[in-house]
């Protein structure tokens, strides 16, 4: 089992000074709703947070990671990066604090936030939702290493991970509100118990009953994985006479096999299946083929295995999502690999790195 990780320094401190991001909030919300215990642990820190030293920290430009360390010490619990790792240190900074992001203003019943130089997009009123005939579909997706934050109408929130597309419609529907995913999301739902929240994604159907929830649907796995971080939620396959679905309750994981007809649910950590919010990869003695499949999601690189007995090594192992450098020492010091770079290919090999 992997131990929450709270989010970086740099973060927390935004969030508790009321300077974060719309997308950094859902990250913060996201780790709060993995252990009651981790509520506790932003108040106390709030506290401290409020006492007379945030003036001192603030005066030199807010040094987060050395006020962090004074906030842990004035509160007597250890610092974030105490906990044993097998593999390399996770460096501090967040990737979303080097980043910039603004919100694309909507007409109708979304909101997109999106990454500096990714797209722009902004929804104008729909001829459907005047004419009554239904209405058009729009479609969000995200290339290697971006995310987007989806706002609909009725005020549930969608982040979608990496290399994933979302379709919903301009306008959500009367008597249920249905998106098709293909790749990651987080979602947060708003309850609403006359209209179903339903996610169809790789034949397979995820219906909300009150919930916050990472889904995952990438074609190439072959199998839908839903994660439960609030409330619950009902997994199934989406076709004519499929067993009804199968209800996942929070902190369990629900594994539906493409062409599957019942989940396979068990209890699982949350907070490795919702790092990709804080900007961290967590790995736990996942096969190297799997995990450079995922790596491949997030830089512009193609990475592949020189030698393909290499593809059944297990890695235990936290990235920055984003740091190409820190992932290719992460993976070459633990296993043993030499790491060739060819322009956008990047070779594994047997041999000291």
């Known amino acids: 089992m992997v131990s929450a990780r709270p989010p970086d320094s740099s973060l927390l401190a935004r969030f508790l000074s009321g300077e974060c991001t719309q997308l950094e909030e859902l990250a913060v919300q996201a780790w709060l709703r993995e252990d009651p215990a981790h509520e506790e642990e932003l108040r106390r820190l709030g506290a401290a947070w409020a006492q007379p030293g945030r003036d ?37 900074a967040g990737v979303e604090s080097r980043r910039r992001w603004w919100i694309i203003p909507s007409a109708a019943a979304a909101l997109v936030l999106v990454a500096a130089g990714r797209f722009l997009w902004r929804d104008r009123p729909p001829a459907a939702a005047v004419s009554g005939e239904s209405p058009p579909m729009r479609e969000v997706a995200t290339g290697p290493g971006q995310r987007a934050e989806v706002k609909l109408g009725d005020g549930s929130a969608v982040i979608l991970g990496v290399k994933s597309r979302l379709r919903f419609p301009t306008v959500l529907a009367r008597r249920s509100r249905e998106l098709h995913l293909e790749g990651e999301a987080y979602f947060i739902v708003t309850r609403d118990s006359t209209r179903p929240f339903i996610v169809h994604a790789a034949g397979s159907k995820t219906v909300d009953l009150g919930t916050a929830f990472v889904l995952r649907a990438y074609a190439a796995e072959r199998r839908v994985q839903v994660v439960v971080t609030e409330g ?17 309750g929070q902190g369990e994981l629900g594994q539906l096999a493409l062409g599957g007809s019942v989940p396979m649910v068990t209890a699982v950590d949350t907070s490795a299946y919702t790092a990709w919010l804080r900007g961290q990869l967590v790995f736990n003695n996942t096969p190297l083929a799997d995990v450079i499949t995922e790596l491949g999601r997030w830089h512009k690189v193609e990475i592949q295995l020189g030698d393909p007995s290499l593809a059944r090594e297990e890695l235990t192992a936290t990235f920055i999502a984003e740091s190409l ?14 790491v060739e770079r060819r322009g956008t290919t990047v070779v594994l090999r047997r041999g000291s790195p």
């Open 56 to 92: 001192a920290a603030e005066s030199r430009g807010l040094d987060v990671d050395a006020f962090w360390t004074e906030l842990r010490a004035r509160i007597n619990e250890p610092a974030p990066h105490s906990e044993r790792r097998v593999a390399r240190l996770v460096p501090t």
């Open 232 to 248: 619950r939620v009902a997994l199934g396959a989406d076709r004519p006479g499929a067993p009804a679905p199968t209800e996942i």
């Open 325 to 338: 450098e820190e992932t290719l020492r992460t993976l070459s010091t633990p296993l043993q690999l030499r």
